[in-house]
């Protein structure tokens, strides 16, 4: 399975509305999940380009069968 992760903020201008922002950037998503989800661990992609964006390193889950 893939996935990627983004951060949300929801704000309410209005009493009747409410509005959600995406945060831009990846890694700092990522981190955040690396350090709830203890069992995985981040490496690095080899194939791909690291950029300002995006520092090339993934976070590598298992999923546990049933």
Do not use: C, H, K
């Amino acid at each position: 399975m893939i996935s990627s992760v983004v951060e949300q903020r929801l704000a309410r201008p209005f009493s009747v509305f409410t509005v959600m922002y995406t945060q831009p950037g990846m890694i700092a998503p990522r981190d955040v999940s690396a350090e709830e989800l203890q069992s995985g661990r981040l490496a690095i992609r080899t194939d791909m380009t690291a950029n300002a964006e995006w520092d090339g390193r993934v976070l590598l889950l298992r999923e546990r069968s049933a």
